[in-house]
């Protein structure tokens, strides 16, 4: 089984975390789960979920997802001695990425995004805030030379979505592909399928 860490952070972005966890908590997988108090916030604000618990965000309890206080730094998780397959901030606010960049770990997500990363495992980024200063990208370019992985919530039009859920399971469907997992959610490109181009 492997073992993966989410974040869950103060960006707008609810349902691309939620759907993350569903799709990690479904497979083989045991999540290690921390959410911010300000991405408690936006999920109660974007998803109704009052109490950022397991069973809550799942609609069902999981005995694969082990849910931590944003504030235990002496969790397992916040060691490099714990292995995982990786880490995941879904979504990654602004602070939390800054955070990562200056190399500060005064929470729990941030503390386990340093440990990934000094670890060289595969740390996965998902900001959705936009648009974006100088000091931002700056600090997307100084957590990517640090081994993170850069993955904006951009969802791809070409498979024709046709509701919002097609939109999320598009970016969650990209991330579980940088985590190695498999999934059978709708995001691949097929030619065959493409409509034909207008002639010029």
Known sequence: MKHVVLGITGASGAPYARRLL???????????????????RILAEELGVRRP????????PAENVTLYPHRDQAARIASG???????VICPCSSNTLAAIAAGTADDLV???????????RRLILVPREMPLSQI????MLRASQAGALICPACPGFYLRPQRVEDLVDFV?????????????LAIRWDPAAAPPAPEE
């Open 22 to 40: 569903q799709c990690l908590a479904d497979s083989d997988t045991h999540v290690h789960l921390v959410v911010s108090p300000h991405g408690a």
């Open 53 to 60: 618990t397991v069973a809550d965000l799942l609609g069902r």
């Open 110 to 120: 941030a503390r386990a995004a340093m440990v990934t990363l000094k670890e060289a």
């Open 172 to 184: 969650v469907g990209r991330v579980l592909d940088l985590l190695g997992i498999s999934h059978r």
């Open 136 to 139: 931002e990208i700056a600090n």
């Open 81 to 87: 001695s714990f292995l995982t397959a990786g880490m």
